[in-house]
């Protein structure tokens, strides 16, 4: 079962007063392999504590989940075609940044 099923069943027996034992034991009792930990169960019961209905993960901030993208992939093909390239000049066209990127290295050579 998929995990925003269990909200919304979590969600459920929040709508009808259970609390959150009564609530992790019934789900044990109906889907034995697959239930939400405690805590999972506490976190999701205070969320809605507060007002919060939404079932769904909220926006978070920080990393992308995927990085790969034809521009990076089309970038790097780039450079492993070009024998000799200096740090900088990879790390520019990767990153798209103007002037030097690390002014400790002054000359770094990629060869294959």
């Not at 919304?8 to 027996?13: A, D, E, G, H, T």
């Not at 009792?29 to 809605?48: H, N, Q, R, S």
Request: aromatic fraction near 8%; hydrophobic fraction near 30%; include cysteine.
């Amino acid at each position: 079962m998929d995990t925003k099923e269990f909200r919304v069943l979590i969600k459920y027996c929040f709508l009808k007063g259970k609390n959150t034992v009564q609530s992790k034991t019934w789900l044990d009792a109906e889907f034995p392999d697959a239930v939400p930990g405690k805590l999972t169960i506490k976190e999701w019961y205070a969320k809605f504590g507060r007002g919060e209905i939404s079932t769904e993960d909220r926006e978070h901030s920080g990393r992308p989940k995927e990085v790969v993208t034809n521009e990076n992939i089309k970038s790097t093909e780039m450079n492993l075609n070009d024998r000799k390239l200096e740090l900088n000049e990879i790390a520019d066209t990767v990153l798209k940044k103007e002037g030097p990127t690390t002014p400790t290295i002054t000359k770094c050579y990629w060869t294959v």
